[in-house]
C-alpha cells in the first residue's frame, strides 16, 4: 500500500505541474492545415482545450483513486492501463495549451482533489460501482468530445486531431468498462454527474 500510495503521490505530481509525457504522438502532428486563427479564435479554442485539459487532469485522480481501492489485481491493471493512455491525452492538451499561447486551469489542484475524492467513494462500494462510475465518465466525456468538434474553430485542425483521437480512446475505455462488469448507476447519480460536469467545464473555459 506504501508503494502504491507513493506511485499516486508522484502521479499527482506530474499531472499537476505539467510533467506527464505522452506514449503516443500527438495527432495533432498528422495535420497539414497550418492554424489561422484570429485572436478571438485563438482564445476560444484555447479555453475549449483548456476544458478538455481539466477533463484528463480529472481522469487521472479517478484512475488512481479506483486503482488503490480495488483489491482485484486484474481490474487494478485495468485501471492503471487507462490512466496510461489518458497520460497521453493530458499531455497533447498540455501542449496545445502552449501553443495557442493560453495555460491550464488556475484550479486544477480543486478539479484533481476532487475527483480523486469521488474515485475513493466509488471504490469504497464496490468494483461493479467503480466500473460504472468509469463507463458513465467516460460516456459524459464523449458527448462532451463531440460538442467541441463543432464548437472549435474551423480552421483549428491541429485542436480537432486531438479531440478525435481522444473521443475515440474515451469510447473504447467505456466499452472496456462495461465489459468488466459495470453495474449500472442510478439515474439521480447520473443527473448529479452532469451537473457537476457543466459546472466544472463552464468554469474551466474562464479559469
Not at 51 to 79: I, M, S
Not at 170 to 192: D, F, K, S, T, Y
Amino acid at each position: 500500500m506504501i508503494d502504491q500510495l507513493l506511485v499516486a503521490a508522484d502521479n499527482t505530481l506530474k499531472t499537476l505541474s505539467g510533467a506527464s509525457h505522452a506514449a503516443r504522438p500527438s495527432p495533432s502532428a498528422n495535420s497539414t492545415t497550418a492554424d489561422a486563427l484570429s485572436d478571438q479564435e485563438r482564445r476560444h479554442a484555447g479555453g475549449l482545450m483548456r476544458v478538455n485539459h481539466v477533463g484528463e487532469v480529472c481522469a487521472q485522480a479517478l484512475y488512481q483513486a479506483q486503482a488503490l481501492t480495488t483489491q482485484d489485481p486484474a481490474l487494478k491493471r485495468h485501471f492503471e492501463t487507462a490512466a496510461r493512455e489518458e497520460t497521453d491525452h493530458l499531455a497533447w492538451t498540455q501542449q496545445r495549451l502552449h501553443e495557442l499561447g493560453t495555460r491550464p486551469s488556475l484550479l486544477n489542484p480543486l478539479w484533481y482533489a476532487g475527483a480523486f475524492g469521488i474515485g475513493l467513494v466509488a471504490g469504497r462500494i464496490g468494483d461493479a460501482m467503480s466500473l460504472g462510475f468509469v463507463v458513465e465518465t467516460e460516456r459524459q466525456v464523449e458527448q462532451h468530445l463531440e460538442s467541441h468538434l463543432s464548437k472549435l474553430p474551423a480552421s483549428d485542425t491541429r485542436s480537432q486531431a486531438i479531440v478525435r483521437q481522444m473521443k475515440d480512446d474515451e469510447a473504447r475505455h467505456a466499452a472496456n468498462a462495461q465489459q468488466a462488469g459495470a453495474a449500472e448507476l442510478p439515474l439521480p447519480v447520473r443527473w448529479a454527474m452532469r451537473a457537476a460536469a457543466k459546472v466544472m467545464t463552464t468554469t474551466a473555459y474562464r479559469l
